[in-house]
Structure formats: structure tokens, C-alpha cells
């Protein structure tokens, strides 16, 4: 599942040149926004009718229909770079990393229910930040590394891997953590949890495509900059009017948060592609997109953590908050601040070339 979105990234990066890719990150975007809006819909109906179990099954049918529409619909394609490349992969450096970021994220979601003081957290955190360490030694030393260190020398492309990052953290943070709010405090079912998520789907449905096509046009760093406002001012929203009140507000909150997100997505994916030299794109844009989920996870483990750690607290963080559930106006607050982070780092985003 992670391979589909970043090699379709990959593709359309390689593929599309400057003044076009705006456009077709848009349409990749949009794609996945529809998937976000009727997703959660569609598995509280499910769940609610047919058991949890029942969309396992399902998911697994149509990842069968998925497969065999891709094998016939991408056959006999190829690229020069796939056919004339026989060199060695670097499986050393490939499992330093998947090690570094899985007992990383292991380690903060086991810190949520066991706290972040517990042997095991703390043995997956020092076993992950050891991964780190020897993964960076190891891509500066292999001849032919799994991530080229030269990415890491380019600040316009870091900046991008920071707000791609934080962007995630934040936004997939209120995508799990809305619909419990409206589990636990508002009463509802989890159909109805589900819906509140469909106008940040819509949103991001919608908007996509457009956000592609004008970022051709007058350039990324604005609507990245945008974004990433609009999403601090939705999770300000929530942490201060949402939580702990009506669903409809929680359900704007969510609508913002996805109209930041179509303004983010596609445009920073752009920015980031902009800036990379072309034998450095595809490993570049995937470990681009590693960072971005890789932030949705982990935004998803600590507001957890926190939502947790908050739950009898009733002083809250936010100190204009005044309604009942103290915990989640904390937890939305830190996805606030997260917001923050990303902003600073989107001042360093390359200037698109008029």
C-alpha cells in the first residue's frame, strides 16, 4: 500500500516537466482526497452493518481488482533508467532505514498505552536512533547508496521534507482524532463519526486539481505558506470552539483542515521535485514521501500520547477553551504548533522562477 502513492509520485515527477507537474500532483492528489472523503464513510456503514471483520474482506477483494487493473493497464512500460540499470542494491542501507523509522514508530505507540519511562519504549527509541546512526554511515560510505547524502546538502529540499512532514503530522492527526472526539464526547455512531470527515475529503477532492493547476502558473511557496496557515487556524479552531461542542463544528474544522491540505499536498510535492536534479528524483521523491507518511504515523502516535496523558486534566492548555473536554482541545492545540513548525519551515522553500 505505501508503494502506490510514492512510485505514482516518482512517475509523475520524472515524467512531467516544470510549468506541468503542478497540474498532474494535483490530479494524483485529488484521487487520493476522494479516497479520504468516502473512505471513513464507507468503513463506519460497513462496520456498523456487516462487522469489522467484513472490510478486511472487502478490502482485500478490491486490492485484487486493483492489481489485475494495473497489470493490464501498465504493461509493456518501461524506463531507460529501470532497463539499463544492473547495479547493486543497497539492502543494508534499505533495512537500517526501515528499522531506524519501524521501532521508532513502534516505540511512541507503545509509549501512549505503556509511557514513554517504560523499558520498551525506551529500548525501541535508543534501537531506533542506532538504525539512524548507522544508516547515515552507511549511505556515506556504499558506493551505490539507498538514499544519495547529496539530498541532504540541497536546504530547499530539506525545508520541503520538513513541511511535507509536519503538514502530515498535523493533518492526519485530526483525521483520526475528529471522529473519536465524536465517539467519546459527542455520543455519536460510528457512521456518523465518519461523516463529519467528509467535507475535509471533499475538499481536498475538489481542490486539488486547481491548487495543481495554479501552481503552474504563479508558483508553490505561496499556497504552501497558505496551507500551512489555513491548517494551524482549523486545529486552532478545534482545540477552541470544537471540542466538546456540536459535530458541525468539528466538521468545519475538518473541512478546513482539508482545503490546507489540497493547498500543501500537491504544491510542496512540486517544490520538492523542482529542486532535485534529475538522477536524484526518484530516490529523492521516495524518501519525500516516506517523510510524509512517516509523519502522518507518527502526528497520529503522539496527539495520541498526549490525548492520553490529558485525560483528567482539567485545566487546559488553551487558555481562551472553556467547554468540557479538556484533553482534545490539548491534543488539537499541539497540532497547532506542529502547523507553526511547518510555516517556519516553508519560508525556505525555493522561490519558483517566473
Not at 200 to 209: D, M, Q, T
Request: proline share 4%.
Amino acid at each position: 500500500m505505501a508503494a502506490i502513492p510514492v512510485l505514482s509520485v516518482v512517475a509523475v515527477s520524472k515524467v512531467f516537466t516544470e510549468g506541468q507537474r503542478g497540474m498532474a500532483l494535483g490530479m494524483v492528489a485529488g484521487c487520493i482526497g476522494i479516497g479520504t472523503a468516502f473512505g471513513p464513510v464507507f468503513g463506519g456503514v460497513v462496520g456498523q452493518s456487516w462487522g469489522w471483520p467484513a472490510l478486511f474482506w472487502i478490502t482485500f477483494i478490491l486490492s485484487l481488482v486493483i492489481a489485475v487493473g494495473s497489470f493490464y493497464a501498465l504493461s509493456g512500460i518501461t524506463t531507460a533508467s529501470a532497463a539499463g540499470d544492473t547495479g547493486s542494491f543497497d539492502w543494508a542501507g534499505g533495512a537500517l532505514l526501515v528499522l531506524a523509522v519501524g521501532l521508532f514508530l513502534l516505540g511512541i505507540t507503545q509509549g501512549e498505552s505503556s509511557g514513554f519511562a517504560s523499558s520498551t519504549v525506551l529500548g525501541c527509541l535508543a534501537g531506533s536512533l542506532i538504525s539512524a546512526i548507522g544508516f547515515v554511515w552507511r549511505i556515506r560510505a556504499a558506493s551505490r547508496p539507498f538514499v544519495p547524502p547529496v539530498l541532504f546538502k540541497n536546504r530547499h529540499y530539506v525545508h520541503a521534507l520538513i513541511v511535507a512532514f509536519m503538514s502530515a503530522f498535523a493533518y492526519f492527526a485530526i483525521l483520526v482524532y475528529v471522529p473519536l472526539l465524536n465517539l467519546e464526547v459527542h455520543g455519536l455512531t460510528p457512521g456518523e463519526a465518519g461523516l463529519t470527515l467528509l467535507p475535509g475529503g471533499a475538499a481536498v477532492a475538489l481542490l486539488s486539481p486547481w491548487v495543481g493547476r495554479i501552481s503552474d502558473r504563479i508558483g508553490t511557496k505561496p499556497l504552501v505558506m497558505a496551507g500551512v496557515i489555513a491548517m494551524g487556524g482549523s486545529a486552532l479552531f478545534l482545540s477552541t470552539f470544537a471540542s466538546g461542542a456540536s459535530p458541525v463544528l468539528s466538521a468545519l474544522g475538518v473541512m478546513g483542515a482539508g482545503i490546507a491540505f489540497a493547498l500543501i499536498n500537491s504544491p510542496v510535492t512540486n517544490s520538492a521535485a523542482g529542486v532535485l536534479q534529475k538522477d536524484t528524483i526518484g530516490a529523492g521523491m521516495g524518501f519525500f514521501q516516506g517523510a510524509l507518511y512517516l509523519g502522518a504515523g507518527t502526528g497520529a502516535s503522539l496527539v495520541g500520547a498526549l490525548l492520553h496523558a490529558r485525560s483528567d486534566a482539567e485545566v487546559p492548555l488553551n487558555p481562551v477553551y472553556a467547554l468540557h473536554a479538556v484533553n482534545y482541545s490539548d491534543a488539537f492545540l499541539s497540532v497547532a504548533a506542529a502547523a507553526c513548525i511547518a510555516l517556519i519551515a516553508s519560508v525556505g522553500l525555493k522561490k519558483d522562477a517566473k
